[in-house]
């Protein structure tokens, strides 16, 4: 009996043994060591136009605030210089009574220091001619006057402007078929004011 509890001792013992040699064997196994490398985020390259610094020559342009009125306009202005620029325009009324059309003519002659096309500053003499007309009769107003302001090409062209100034009506006239009458001059100046939108080109 003792005999037979000794060896089922020695068998215990040895397969004990070899368990603990197996996961000592399988501990030992190291793992790779993997090494993190870093990427750099990736940035978007933004190019940026470069300006173009378009000069503008012409100009198609029209007064704002007396279309409130039914007193509709429209401007040309042209370049004729490196800093010189004329402008015709014409207004007329849409509204009409006792049988009278109402019309207006008139051109700037603009100085423009900075050199830029229509755009920026700008100052020169003008002149318009105010003319009502019916049946038989026209009669005419005449003003000389100055003006300055300054014009901003926004994008694609679109231009806003602002522009002050005096103006001094220098005769008047009716006239009936081939007969003319000359009336005195208002006296006095008045002032005018542009705040026109445009498109340049």
């Given at each position: 009996?003792?005999?037979?509890?000794?060896?089922?001792?020695?068998?215990?013992?040895?397969?004990?043994?070899?368990?603990?040699?197996?996961?000592?064997?399988?501990?030992?196994?190291?793992?790779?060591?993997?090494?993190?490398?870093?990427?750099?985020?990736?940035?978007?390259?933004?190019?940026?136009?470069?300006?173009?610094?378009?000069?503008?020559?012409?100009?198609?342009?029209?007064?704002?605030?007396?279309?409130?009125?039914m007193i509709y306009n429209i401007g040309y202005e042209r370049m004729i210089g490196p800093n010189l620029s004329i402008?015709?325009?014409?207004?007329?009324?849409?509204?009409?009574?006792?049988?009278?059309?109402?019309?207006?003519?008139?051109?700037?002659?603009?100085?423009?220091?900075?050199?830029?096309?229509?755009?920026?500053?700008?100052?020169?003499?003008?002149?318009?001619?105010?003319?009502?007309?019916?049946?038989?009769?026209?009669?005419?107003?005449?003003?000389?006057?100055?003006?300055?302001?300054?014009?901003?090409?926004?994008?694609?062209?679109?231009?806003?402007?602002?522009?002050?100034?005096?103006?001094?009506?220098?005769?008047?006239?009716?006239?009936?078929?081939?007969?003319?009458?000359?009336?005195?001059?208002?006296?006095?100046?008045?002032?005018?004011?542009?705040?026109?939108?445009?498109?340049?080109?």
């Amino acid at each position: 009996m003792k005999k037979m509890m000794s060896l089922v001792l020695v068998v215990v013992l040895a397969f004990s043994a070899s368990l603990f040699a197996a996961s000592t064997k399988k501990a030992s196994v190291v793992a790779p060591v993997t090494k993190a490398v870093a990427v750099a985020p990736v940035t978007k390259a933004v190019s940026v136009a470069p300006a173009t610094g378009e000069i503008y020559e012409n100009m198609l342009v029209t007064n704002v605030w007396p279309w409130l009125a039914m007193i509709y306009n429209i401007g040309y202005e042209r370049m004729i210089g490196p800093n010189l620029s004329i402008r015709p325009r014409g207004t007329w009324v849409g509204v009409s009574g006792y049988g009278v059309n109402f019309f207006g003519l008139g051109v700037d002659l603009f100085w423009h220091p900075l050199q830029k096309g229509i755009e920026g500053w700008y100052f020169g003499p003008r002149y318009d001619a105010w003319i009502a007309s019916s049946t038989g009769y026209t009669g005419m107003m005449h003003f000389i006057g100055v003006m300055a302001g300054y014009n901003i090409v926004i994008a694609n062209g679109f231009t806003t402007q602002i522009g002050l100034g005096v103006q001094l009506n220098i005769v008047n006239s009716v006239s009936a078929g081939t007969s003319s009458t000359t009336i005195a001059a208002l006296p006095g100046t008045l002032p005018c004011f542009d705040a026109a939108i445009g498109w340049a080109f």
